[in-house]
């Protein structure tokens, strides 16, 4: 009886448990193409120009790798291990072939045929391989460039894998990299790690990436600690949060705060009539860093809750909502019992008030272990506004595209002071190309992944004279070592 009265910690995900389920979010991948979807029965899914259905996937392990088949089927490939013996016959170069159109016996309307037949992939690009006249004058090089050219062409092969840090960075860097700031998956990474985002940290973290660094974070924490994001407008926006498909126990350390209030939280004048008398429809947003640069967040707060989706396709749109609110929070179609409506309506704004209090309440302490900013406003009246709510000896680091913004918040940190150790740094990536006689670095590669400011809170002098950190500033007064008495060293005499 008595254990049954013990409230239970987050539950994780089980650690044996990798197969997909109706209802998980999972992430379509084709040779480099990633594209994040929930799994749904009888659900059409369109991917690279095929369109198929989930439902043979569920039940299978992550990682499988299925090929469509006709009427959108999808049917588990087994890999097939190619013999080592056996040697290809190939050319010594390619100077005597001719790129004339001629060399293809099959015709478009043949290869159509073999594709109504239901002739898999695998066999058409056989096909082709047999009745291509110069595919045996080619090098080893180009057959197999031929190969893997043909292949993407005809064989529908899907892999399904289990959503991640790393694969949902890839996904948006290559397909929306405006969506978050133009940041790669290394610069996430450094920003992780520079932030030492663990379990159990309480953070703070302001981002405009569609929630992606929120739920980078929250994939590191492991649903243990809080983190409180501040957003501009109406609501975050966690778009990307939702592709992770965290369980409902990692919601519970979540908390939202309205970037607009965090003036009035600072000068103490915050209470609970201002969220109660604040228009709830209206998409403008005060100044919230005592700067005129944060009145281009109302201008911009709407854009963002339209664009910053994953994807274009509307029933991806449905699946991909903010989190922490309830599927009944959405608006009714019919409207006819309008006191229903309007009940419903002041339920969301009196939950929406409580959790914004909870939020205020955790920020009053003014002890959040780290501090993560990717924004697209410039950083420095944002950095300058919420380190007043970091601990000291806590890390912070600030993302931004371009070098000048955080130049100009390098120095307004430095004439400030309360930092110390203060980092400006870019990461540079570089794709490799390992093959057999052919590893290089590849030709295309991105011209930059933004600029990183990274450091470290201190107690300074402004600091302490602060109410709220003088108990702390006195601890740290009571634990200075006192230095400690010059030993007197003897003299040993010369003998004389």
């Known amino acids: 009886m008595e254990a049954s009265a013990e409230q239970p910690g987050p539950q994780l995900p089980h650690a044996g448990d990798h197969c997909v389920h109706d209802g998980d979010f999972v992430v379509l991948k084709r040779e480099d193409v990633f594209k994040a979807v929930q799994v749904q029965r009888r659900k059409k899914v369109t991917f690279e120009k095929q369109w198929f259905y989930l439902d043979n996937a569920i039940g299978h392990s992550y990682g499988s790798t299925f090929e469509v088949s006709n009427g959108g089927s999808l049917q588990l490939k087994k890999k097939k291990e190619e013999p080592t013996s056996e040697t290809k016959e190939a050319g010594t170069d390619n100077r005597n072939i001719v790129d004339d159109g001629k060399s293809q016996k099959l015709t478009q309307d043949d290869i159509k045929a073999l594709k109504d037949k239901g002739?898999?992939?695998?066999?058409?690009?056989?096909?082709?391989?047999?009745?291509?006249?110069?595919?045996?004058?080619?090098?080893?090089?180009?057959?197999?460039?031929?190969?893997?050219?043909?292949?993407?062409?005809?064989?529908?092969?899907?892999?399904?894998?289990?959503?991640?840090?790393?694969?949902?960075?890839?996904?948006?860097?290559?397909?929306?990299?405006?969506?978050?700031?133009?940041m790669r998956y290394d610069t996430l990474a450094q920003m992780l790690t520079l932030g030492n985002i663990r379990a159990g940290n309480k953070m703070i973290v302001m981002e405009t990436c569609s929630g992606l660094v929120l739920g980078a974070m929250m994939e590191r924490m492991g649903g243990f600690g809080s983190i409180i994001q501040l957003y501009p407008g109406d609501g975050p926006v966690r778009a990307a949060t939702a592709c992770f498909g965290f369980p409902k126990s990692f919601l519970s350390g979540l908390h939202e705060f309205p970037l607009n209030k965090v003036n009035s939280l600072l000068d103490g004048t915050f209470s609970a009539e201002m969220l109660s008398?604040?228009?709830?429809?209206?998409?403008?947003?005060?100044?919230?860093?005592?700067?005129?640069?944060?009145?281009?967040?109302?201008?911009?707060?709407?854009?963002?809750?339209?664009?910053?989706?994953?994807?274009?396709?509307?029933?991806?749109?449905?699946?991909?909502?903010?989190?922490?609110?309830?599927?009944?929070?959405?608006?009714?179609?019919?409207?006819?019992?309008?006191?229903?409506?309007?009940?419903?309506?002041?339920?969301?704004?009196?939950?929406?008030?409580?959790?914004?209090?909870?939020?205020?309440?955790?920020?009053?302490?003014?002890?959040?272990?780290?501090?993560?900013?990717a924004s697209r406003f410039h950083p420095t009246p944002l950095l300058l506004s919420l380190l007043d709510f970091v601990a000291p000896s806590r890390p912070f680091v600030v993302y931004c595209q371009y070098k000048e913004p955080l130049l100009e918040c390098y120095t307004k940190l430095r004439e400030r002071g309360g930092v110390i150790n203060l980092r400006l740094s870019e990461t540079w990536l570089r794709n490799y190309q390992v093959l057999p006689d052919r590893s290089h670095p590849k030709l295309l590669m991105s011209g930059g992944g933004g600029f990183l400011l990274s450091g470290f809170t201190v107690v300074s002098d402004s600091l302490r004279a602060d109410p709220s950190l003088k108990s702390c500033a006195s601890t740290l007064d009571s634990h200075e070592p006192e230095e400690p008495a010059a030993k007197k060293q003897k003299c040993v005499g010369s003998g004389s």
């Open 119 to 182: 002739i898999k992939g695998e066999e058409i690009v056989q096909q082709l391989i047999e009745n291509s006249t110069t595919f045996r004058d080619k090098t080893e090089f180009a057959q197999d460039k031929y190969i893997k050219k043909k292949k993407k062409k005809y064989e529908a092969i899907v892999t399904i894998l289990k959503p991640s840090t790393r694969i949902l960075s890839i996904m948006y860097y290559a397909r929306e990299p405006g969506k978050i700031n133009h």
């Open 277 to 373: 008398s604040e228009p709830k429809d209206s998409t403008l947003v005060e100044e919230s860093n005592g700067e005129h640069e944060e009145r281009q967040i109302s201008e911009q707060a709407d854009e963002d809750s339209m664009a910053e989706a994953p994807e274009s396709n509307p029933e991806e749109q449905r699946t991909m909502e903010i989190i922490p609110q309830d599927p009944e929070n959405k608006e009714p179609k019919e409207k006819g019992n309008k006191r229903d409506y309007i009940q419903e309506k002041q339920r969301r704004q009196e939950e929406q008030r409580k959790r914004h209090l909870e939020a205020a309440a955790l920020l009053r302490e003014r002890n959040a272990d780290g501090l993560i900013v």
